[in-house]
């Protein structure tokens, strides 16, 4: 009860079309938090803090595009939505001449591909989608996703054939880690260090190979 409360007095924005008042009577504010928890994204849950009660004619255009909606769910197609998430924060980034990170860049090759599927769904549907025109209003930033889709894996690793020198940076680079390898394993199986070495493995943390010593003995093999 107290939760329904507080829903109601959260009223505080001025609108447009209804007074305080009619706001509270409509309980606005719980039916916002109620769409607000069937957002997909963060964003769109962001979204619903900025509606506002509708005029007539505005409804009824809202309620064209929720039909038609609708109607497509009806007949058995459903938008794959995966993919989706705010990438506000990495643009903001990148137009202050900061450099993304390949997980970063990734993040938008995602989203990218998941706004030119879901338009995609929407313009091939066997359904009258003129009403839906937010469609048309969506930059499909075309050549950027076809950049990334070349560059950039759908492992998230950029790819060897789009640049081929990395190929042989990356055979250099295992080649390196190999021989590493290999002297960890000689080291953990050497009789010189048998009393020295705690456990028979080596692991890498933060980017570098250790090996466990036996903390009375942490002196004695010499690290690098």
Known sequence: ??????????????????????????????????????CYTDIGKQYFDT???????????????INCIKEILIIGHYPDFSGICDIRPLLAKASKGATLSIDEIYRVRL????????????????????VLTELRSIDSCSSLLRLLTTSITENGNLNEHTYPQLKKIQKEINEIRST????????????????????????????????????????????T
């Open 1 to 38: 009860m107290n939760e329904y409360k507080s829903n109601i007095e959260v009223v505080t924005q001025s609108f447009n079309v209804i007074t305080q008042e009619e706001a509270q009577m409509l309980e606005w504010s719980a039916l916002i938090s109620y769409f607000k928890d069937l």
């Open 111 to 130: 989203f990218l591909t998941a706004q030119h599927r879901i338009v995609s769904f929407f313009t091939s549907v066997h359904y009258d989608t003129t």
């Open 180 to 223: 590493i390898e290999k002297f960890c394993t000689g080291i953990i199986h050497s009789s010189t260090f048998q009393s020295i070495i705690q456990d028979k493995v080596f692991t890498i943390k933060n980017n570098r190979y250790v090996i466990p010593v036996k903390s009375s003995y942490k002196h004695k093999l010499k690290g």
């Open 51 to 65: 509606l506002q009660p509708l005029s007539f004619d505005a409804i009824t255009t809202q309620y064209s595009k």
